[in-house]
Every structure is written in C-alpha cells, then in structure tokens.
C-alpha cells in the first residue's frame, strides 16, 4: 500500500523520506513536497491573436520594451501579426504608436489582397505617412539654413518611415500621379496643404536622387515607369516637345521601357467594317511628327524621334494611326514624296495626323484636305494666306487634357 501511495506521490509532485524527529530512529516518513509550475506567459502573437482587442492592446502597453524589440527583429512584426490575424484596432494601435505601415512581409502584403478593410487601412496610413515625408521637403530655403540642411530632414524622414523599394516606388507613383493627373492641383482638397508651394515634378526628381530611395530604383517596375513615360510624353506633346531631359531621366532607370499610347477613341475613330472602337493605339512618332514645326531646332526634333522610335521598338506594337519613316515603310504605300528624312508627306502618315489633330483640336473646322495641303505645304497661294495661322494651332499649347 505504501508503494502505491509512494507511486501516486511522485506522480503529484514528488516523494521523499526523511527521518522521524521524535524517536530519532530514522523511521521513513513520507513528506509531500509541492512544486510550483511556472505561469504560462503569453507571446506577442497569442496576445494578438486573442478575442478581446482592446485587453490586447492594454497587455501591449506593459510589453512595450519587447514591442519595440519585435518591431527591429526580421522577418515578422506586431503589425505583421495584426494584420495575420485581422485585428484592426490593434493594428490601427500600432500605427499610432509609430509603427511604420511600409514595413510589411510578404505575408501580410498577400493577406491585405484579400481583407478589403484591413487593406483599406493599411493604405490609409501609409498615404498619411507619405503626406507627413512630403511635408517635411523644403518649400523655400530659409536664410540661414543651406538648402542642404533643409533636404536633410526630407532624407531623415523617409528613414524613419523605413521606406524599402515597394514604399519607395509607391511615394514616387503618388508624386507622378499628383503631376500628371489631377485636373487642378491648386484647388483646395484633401491634403491640399502638404503640396501647396510644391512642385511634384521636383520633388519626384530629389526623392530618387538624394534620399535612401536613390538606390532602389532599379527595382521598380518596368510597367510602372512606362506608364510614367507616357504621363510625361503625354504633358510634352501638349506642350509642343519642350524639354527631353525629364523623359529621358525616366527611361534611364530601367533597360526596356517602353511607351504605348492609348487614347479613348469616342466617335472618331473606326476601323475598316465601320465599327467605332472605344479606344485607339496611337503612335507616339506620329504625335510628335504633328509638331514637327514646333521644335526650336532640327537637331533637337532628332533627338525626340531618336528616343521614341527606341521607346516604340520596346513595346513591339501595331497602331491604329501608325507612322512610317522611310526604312519601315511597308511595300505598297507610296514613296516618301521627295522627303525622305522621315517621309512626313506620305498620305498615309498625313491620314494618321489628321485623326490625332482632330482630336486634339476637337474645335477645328479645317478639312482633311487642306489639312493634308497646310502640312505637306502644296497649294502654294493657300497655305500662303494660312500657313501661319496653321502652325500656331498646333503649336499653341491647349488648355491641358487627359488621355
């Protein structure tokens, strides 16, 4: 019996035995020993991952040290965790707290594809904390402090905020996207007042330049700079092809951009059996051959049709409204009428910049045909009298469109 109940003791806690105090004669004596378990301290993910989120967030004020030491680990943090198990008030939590909403794996980023309202919130912090980058960018130098200084606090604050390339990349869509298409940026709206006295352009060329997003742009996406190309393409050729440099600067930063234009056709286009399409392929060449007068030298409209035609080779397109130079003009099509450079008299090439024209000068009254006699300069006495009035159509900058 004593074996068995020595059995059961050891198997609660412990059995031992101990000589009699009394009679001294070392009698066993069977003493229960009690052993405390150490209490089970919970993990920062089960914490997170419990029912009630608002204890959840009190427990994560008193771990606030081992927060913090999550958060500069590796591959997972607190927002990581809340973002796993979809706890929005936690996350929101640690977004006020000063958790950077850039600084996600690649399991979260997977998880908010499909979690509309934590994606929702994720996206909003992280357009706040792009709005807080942009205010901290210099409006003016100060006297006293070199402009220097005051782009230091742009750099240190897109630190803080841990910008890797994905935020790197997003900050830099926002800034083009602000540029290029919104209608009227002086008007008063949300976050007006981050980009009030700012230039997007500008600061878009400073954040790749001089900050620690300067080295992660050959890891943006190929598609994402072809459609910055095109908003800058676009914006050159309503403003008559001033300047290449910005363009170029985009093209630059990754071999195999490309530049497709794609216009909404709306009823001015239709394709051999009549049918209207609801959007266009443009070529880029053509457009910018419908400035051909505007550019302020020969050398600097080669130039521009250098670039685009090595922009069009990329994205390997057919076009609606193609141009054909004079080594690509397929059999059948006519001679370059003399002008062999770039065969801007061929009546299919003038056919494309009429249809652009008509678009871009929806008000214009003036006839295919003499369209074709203004840009080709026959008929002599009639292009004398318009000829000017002509070039300053083209030439004069709209008033500025969305493609």
Known sequence: MSGLLCLLLIATGGCSFKKDPANGKGAPVTLIEEKVLPEHVASLDEI???????????ALVQRKDELAALSRGGAVNALDLAIKHGKQKVAQFLLISGHS??????????????????????????????????RSYPKKTHE???????????????????LDYRGCEKFAN??????????????????YEAFSQLKPREVFSDLLKDTSCSGETTRFSTELINKWVG????????????????????????KGAALLIVVPASGWHEDHL???????????????????DCFA???????????????????????????YMPDDIPDGLGSCMGENKYCASNPRNVESLYKIFRYTNSKSQLSQTDFYSLYTEERREFVKMKLDQFKAEICTEPQRRMF
């Open 297 to 323: 030298s020969e050398g600097q409209r080669d130039e521009w049709v250098d670039l685009v035609r090595e922009l069009m080779l990329q994205s390997g397109q057919e076009y609606s409204y193609p141009y």
């Open 101 to 134: 909403p850039f600084v996600l794996n690649q399991e979260s980023r997977e998880k908010l594809t499909y979690d509309a309202a934590m994606g929702k919130l994720i996206e909003s912090a992280q357009l706040d904390g792009m709005m807080d980058i942009l």
């Open 274 to 292: 009549g049918l209207i399409s609801s959007q266009v392929k443009v070529s880029p060449l053509a457009m910018l051959m419908l400035k051909r």
């Open 231 to 254: 908003y800058e393409y676009l914006y050159q050729f309503q403003s008559s092809f001033k300047s290449i440099e910005f363009i170029k600067s985009l093209v630059s930063m990754r």
């Open 48 to 58: 997170i991952a419990g029912d009630d989120e608002e204890k959840a967030i009190e």
């Open 144 to 162: 006293g402090i070199s402009p220097d200084t005051s782009m230091q606090k742009f750099r240190d604050r897109i630190n803080e905020y841990k």
């Open 174 to 191: 926002m800034l083009m996207e602000r540029e290029y298409l919104t209608r009227n940026p002086t008007k008063p709206g949300l976050y």
